[in-house]
């Protein structure tokens, strides 16, 4: 990162460069997408907050009438509306969402809370433009995760939470554990959320499932999981 970049040119780059690598789903499954998929119900509406490249629309298909999006990535951005997104170039960190209020039933925020300046000021623009009775579908690291607190207390070292390097820690200027999720959601106005757990995960994996027997999902959820899941609904 060059002196004098700002965040819209940092992002620019970063999706000019991802948009030509190989898929994603060429290195395994997605665990966040399946995650999203198992928890997102129909809706007519549905407003995807830092939609990047539009990688939800895979999920949305078939279950949302019509899929909104927004990034501070005209890159981003123009990929997105070429797999269907309706979308639209949005600086999160610079004032309100450029959308009306109570127009969405469903918004996403996906691996982005951990990116912005002022995450609560973030969820009460989601909360904002969710219609009464709307829900948010939102993920983000988990830094309560067993490997992330092994590595901070036993080497001495602050965890990564992301494996993306184009700039030091990935971009991500927050760290959440499912409490200080709560407490932001409730803040803003939704109800207490519902934290779940990407069941395709245990068809992969033996020792997860053993695991998820002897000491339970929440428990689970809370160490295991190496991102969290939320599901807030709008009063």
């Known amino acids: 990162m060059r002196a004098g970049t700002t965040i819209k040119e940092l992002y620019e780059q970063y999706w000019e460069e991802r948009r030509h690598r190989i898929n994603d789903a060429d290195f395994g499954p997605d665990e966040i997408l399946e995650g999203?998929?198992?928890?997102?119900?129909?809706?007519?509406r549905l407003l995807?907050?830092?939609?990047?490249?539009?990688?939800?629309?895979?999920?949305?298909?078939?279950r949302c009438g019509a899929v909104h999006g927004c990034d501070v990535s005209?890159?981003?951005v123009h990929e997105a509306c070429g797999r269907?997104?309706?979308?639209?170039c949005a600086d999160l960190n610079c004032g309100a969402l450029p959308y009306r209020s109570g127009a969405f039933d469903w918004a996403t925020?996906?691996?982005?809370?951990?990116?912005v300046v002022d995450p609560l000021q973030l969820l009460r623009e989601l909360h904002?433009?969710?219609?009464p009775a709307g829900r948010l579908i939102l993920t983000t690291p988990n830094i309560r995760y067993f490997r992330n607190v092994a590595r901070l207390v036993w080497r001495g070292e602050f965890p990564h939470t992301t494996t993306d390097t184009f700039v030091w820690g990935g971009g991500h200027l927050h760290y959440f554990t499912r409490r200080d999720l709560s407490g932001l959601l409730v803040m803003a106005g939704f109800e207490p959320p519902r934290f779940l757990i990407?069941?395709?995960?245990?068809?992969?994996s033996w020792k997860r499932r053993v695991l998820a027997r002897i000491i339970?999902?929440?428990?689970?959820?809370?160490?295991?999981?190496?991102?969290?899941?939320?599901?807030?609904?709008?009063p």
Not at 110 to 115: A, K, P, R, Y
Not at 128 to 131: F, G, I, K
Not at 198 to 204: C, D, G, L, S, V
């Open 36 to 44: 999203v998929e198992s928890a997102l119900d129909g809706a007519e």
């Open 48 to 62: 995807d907050v830092g939609c990047g490249i539009g990688n939800l629309i895979g999920v949305a298909h078939g």
């Open 74 to 76: 005209e890159v981003a």
């Open 84 to 88: 269907g997104v309706i979308g639209v």
């Open 109 to 115: 925020c996906l691996e982005v809370i951990e990116h």
């Open 128 to 131: 904002r433009v969710l219609r």
């Open 198 to 204: 990407n069941a395709r995960q245990f068809e992969r």
């Open 216 to 234: 339970g999902l929440e428990w689970f959820g809370e160490w295991i999981c190496g991102g969290i899941l939320a599901v807030a609904r709008k």
